[in-house]
């Protein structure tokens, strides 16, 4: 059997109309309407303040899971991955019952005497932080792990027998080799957050708009979708600049050290 | 690549009458006073006491799980002691967290830190102890001098081979002038080579420096050559300290004699014991002359205990009458160049070592397989133990 081709003196002209066809307008519509610069602002803001968060308090969960026993240490990783085991979909719905007003948030709030009555924690910021805290834990805390498992117990012991009290091993020591860690996980967690979608849209207000409802909405309830695919090549350069930076940094650590 | 020429130096001349031990108005650097540690149920160290004397090089020497290392981590502060004291220069340690104590370690792994070049890593300590910058500097090169091992400041230890990471890693531990180095296992990971250079090495930096080094090894022959005073241990207990001659010459059980050196053990019953001179009744029936008085009860069990290169062994009976002689077959002969090792079966069954220098070039064996010989040895050259 022969495949047939176009031959080519008709590829040319379709090609020149799909070029002619091509234009930066939307991505100057973008520029034009405040709305999506606040949204990309907000989606970096939630992203990089979250990112912090998760790794406060990955960190010293991670620390202790490598500092745990041997035969504890598998134990915590199921614990950590178990999550995995249900949909993403449920586990961000089951926040919305353990956030609403009656939810199991307010009632433990209310049994500790910390509020008088219940607070509406949906549809806020502190909702969606929750939600992508809890969401992304897993993928802060199992890079950091494998970083801090890996660095020998005999490396602290020489810190102290050198003269480093405790936290001084620990910044001098643990952190700097720990960094492979940090910056994977941090990047994990970043750069997926930055275009959330349903964490936001679930549990969050219309004061969190991030671009991923915007790109949403552009796509499915306006159908605009060439401003759609500007907002999600926009996206993707912003993404690509903390990959490239780290690369960067990674490939003069090789040559200095090679 | 060419080969270094490793000049075998004799000690140098401070230490050759070097012995504090012997001095009673001596006052020790470490002392061990009825040390217990337990792990769980197991007892790693049970109750012991020892002394080291400043300047010393002191090896603490036993086959793995006898407590050695434990002991030297109860010196570092790693692990807190059930039971006893441990002092330095009369203070005790107790609750003296490790990175407060005036020693260093250098670790088995060496424990190099592999974000830092070799000079960050032997600044480390000097940096936590606030010393000022230049001084810093100038310590570094004179460690790098130390160990030989200038214009490698810069590299990160993944760059290093293996002796020269053994290098840095003492040079880090003597960085801060401990009190006392603590050297755990320090050649295990060098090839044999290497590791003799080392130990040479080792020894001149000791006696130049005068710091006093407390090294734990499972290798007799390490242990032997490098230490002032070793002390053979054996499950969380020590059996005999000595110097090497003396732990060598004068095991003080079966148990020394045998796992420093090689060591023929023959059965006997104890006849008799005067000031100079001892008889035992062998299991061969044949009566043997040891030139020392003994400890025990005409009638006790006990064992005479002969090195190898004492023995002489000959296809003639010897004529001399003091001489003891026991005749066998050979069923060995190891040839080790240096060395010819015979096996011979005595006619009472148990089997003994000879062992002989080879001063000639060996043309042709005089004595081979299934030859009828006689083991022969003065009576001075043997002692017999009780335990």
Redesign the interface.
Known sequence: MRRVFPPACSILPTLRRFLAGLSFDNYAALGSDRLYLAAYLKSLEVAAFSTLMLLALGYPFAYAMARAPRRLQAMLVMLVVLPFWTSFLIRVYAWINILQRDGLFNQMLLALGIVEEPVGWLSTNTAVYIGIVYSYFPFMVLPLYAALEKI?V??H?????????PW?AFW??TV??SRPGIVAGSLLCFIPIVGEFVIPDLLGGSATLMIGQTLWTEFFANRDWPIASAVAVVLLCLLIVPILIYQHRQAREIEQ?? | MVERAQPIKPRLGPKRDFAPWADPAASPLVRFERVAKRFGAISAVGRLSLDIFAGEFFALLGPSGCGKTTLLRLL???ETPDEGRILLEGADLAGM????RP???M?Q?Y?????LSVERNIA??LE??RMPKPQIAARVEEMLALVKLEGFARR?P??LSGGERQRVALA??LA?RPKALLLDEPMAALDKKLRAETQFELIELQAKLGTTFVIVTHDQEEAMILADRMAVMERGRIVQVGTPAEIYEQPSSRYVADFVGDVNLLEGRLTATGASESLVHGNGGVQLRIAQPVDAAPGALVWVALRPEKVRIGLERPTEARENALAGTVVDVGYLGNLSVYKVRLDDGALMTATLSNRTRLVERTIGWNDRVWLSWPPEAAIVLTR
Do not use: V
């Not at chain 2, 967290?97 to 407060?100: D, M």
């Open positions: 020998e005999s490396l012991e020489a810190a102290a027998d050198l003269g480093a009290p001084k001098r020591i700097p080799l050290g090679g | 570092a502060g790693f967290p490790p990175y407060r020693t260093n370690m670790f792994s424990a190099l830190f592999p974000h480390f300590g936590q102890e990160k993944d760059r880090r531990a801060k």
